[in-house]
């Protein structure tokens, strides 16, 4: 299989294109439950990199009290605020299914706490008779490989699923173990893309990006990456291209690792390697996007 190295030229062509007579509708609606109590700062990173990517809204699910946090420095955001992930009932999971099956692009996951209630609604949500995609991050992933059965819950998958593990957490959904992976970390991620018909970003150095016909590998981004939040800003970004996209789903989830990898590249121009922080990305990608845009 042909691997195309995504850069400059191919992230100018694959940049959603805004109409001139576009308005909030035009641009889709982003929808994600993210964060909790312990993990709140991925409810705000993830957020703001929603914000910074184009869609048109951004609505979010979470605790009450990461609600009120991320209100006080996002007005622009629908918030429904909800009892935390472990304590989450039908009632409360079929919701979470309402919006997202009206949401042009769905994330689950980003510091949502590993708890069974959040494998639940994953398989729920991932079960949505929709066209509308799914990104699977962080703890989603986690939750349904130690709660669920991961090889039922994605071949059962009615609508398109993205997963963005880095390599550990493809370890766990994938029963691979790490040395394995390493060794042909391409090879592996197509195999796996192409068994379950889904998306697979697996992250790391040379983030693989394929859905087992067609791969990109990221030559941008480093070790100025390498701290906890930088996953939630490059979901929330994917999430909010392609919800506002109509281009194909392995071209945009490239696009958006180019320009997370590429926001990180820029920032250790200046803080170096050391001292980027994920806090520092969603302005820096919405600076990236504004360099590569025709």
Do not use: W
Request: aromatic share 6%.
């Amino acid at each position: 299989m042909n691997h195309i190295e995504i850069n400059e030229t191919i992230a100018k062509a694959l940049l959603p294109k805004r109409e001139i007579n576009g308005h909030k509708g035009t641009f889709g609606r982003a929808f994600a439950y993210i964060g909790s109590g312990k993990y709140p700062g991925a409810a705000h990173l993830a957020t703001e990199a929603m914000l910074r990517g184009g869609c048109g809204y951004t609505e979010v699910a979470s605790e009450a009290d990461v609600i009120s946090g991320l209100l006080a420095k996002f007005p622009e955001v629908i918030y429904t605020a909800l009892p935390a992930t472990e304590a989450l009932t039908e009632r409360e999971i079929n919701l979470l299914a309402e919006k997202s099956s009206a949401a042009d692009a769905t994330l689950i996951g980003s510091g949502s706490g590993c708890t069974e209630a959040l494998a639940l609604l994953t398989i729920k949500l991932t079960a949505l008779d929709t066209n509308k995609p799914i990104i699977l991050d962080a703890d989603a992933l986690n939750a349904i490989s130690r709660y669920g059965n991961t090889d039922s819950i994605l071949h059962s998958a009615k609508r398109p699923v993205i997963l963005t593990p880095h390599e550990m957490e493809f370890s766990r959904i994938s029963k691979q173990c790490l040395d394995e992976i390493k060794a042909d970390r391409v090879k592996v991620a197509e195999d796996f893309a192409k068994k379950y018909a889904c998306t697979l970003v697996l992250k790391g150095h040379g983030t693989v990006i394929t859905n087992g016909i067609k791969t990109y590998i990221n030559p941008t981004g480093s070790t100025a990456l390498s701290k906890g939040g930088s996953g939630d800003t490059l979901a929330g970004l994917m999430t909010s291209l392609i919800a506002s996209s109509n281009m194909p789903i392995i071209d945009i989830a490239a696009l958006a690792c180019y320009i997370h990898g590429l926001a990180g590249d820029r920032l250790s121009d200046v803080f170096s390697k050391f001292g980027v922080t994920p806090s520092d990305l969603p302005k820096e990608m919405a600076k990236i996007i504004c360099s590569i845009q025709d």
